[in-house]
């Protein structure tokens, strides 16, 4: 059994956010899929389902980015699972906007829900990083991440998130090269 973890703020006025990225792709993947409904359980919300062979839970903790690793260590030990066991999707500032790269341990970056999630549960989890692009300046980052995308931007988004969820059995199956290079493809055709 896999964990997948989306990071992102919870509430309609958040949607949108490029710091809520990590909980579109969960829910992408939920739909593809075909994940149960959602349940209210470990301080957010819980689907569960199967992509191949893999049974995965699909979390998006509801306790604000900062504070995203208790809900994250209470589905670990609830189905007793390991570290290993832990994929997170995140924004990424240090990434081209709608790129992804896939990988485990590493330190926060200064990304306070990978900071809360290396606090509850260790480093070596593996990290679903999607891009959204640097704003150009420190003093814009934090208006840049807590900021809607841009009505420009909505098709590339929906592209990216319908080739994550495409391309997730192979993530499943512990191919991070195969779903990146997948991906990449995908998105240039």
Known sequence: MQLWVGLGNPGPQYAMHRHNIGFMAVDAIAEVHGFSAPQKKFQGWLQEGRIGQEKLLLLKPATFMNDSGRSIRSALDFYKLEV????????????????????????????????????????????????????????????????????????????????????????????????MNDITLRLQG
Request: aromatic share 8%; net charge negative.
């Open 84 to 179: 290993g066991d832990v994929t997170v999707f995140y924004d990424e500032l240090d990434l081209a906007p709608f790129k992804v790269k896939v990988r485990t341990g590493g330190g926060a970056a200064g990304h306070n829900g990978i900071r809360s999630a290396i606090a509850h549960v260790g480093p070596d989890f593996r990290r679903v990083r999607l891009g959204i692009g640097h704003p150009g300046h420190k003093d814009r980052v934090t208006g840049h991440v807590l900021g809607n995308f841009a009505k420009a931007e909505i098709e590339d988004l929906s592209d990216l998130l319908g080739a994550v969820a495409a391309e997730a059995p192979w993530l499943a199956a512990g191919d991070d090269t195969r779903f």
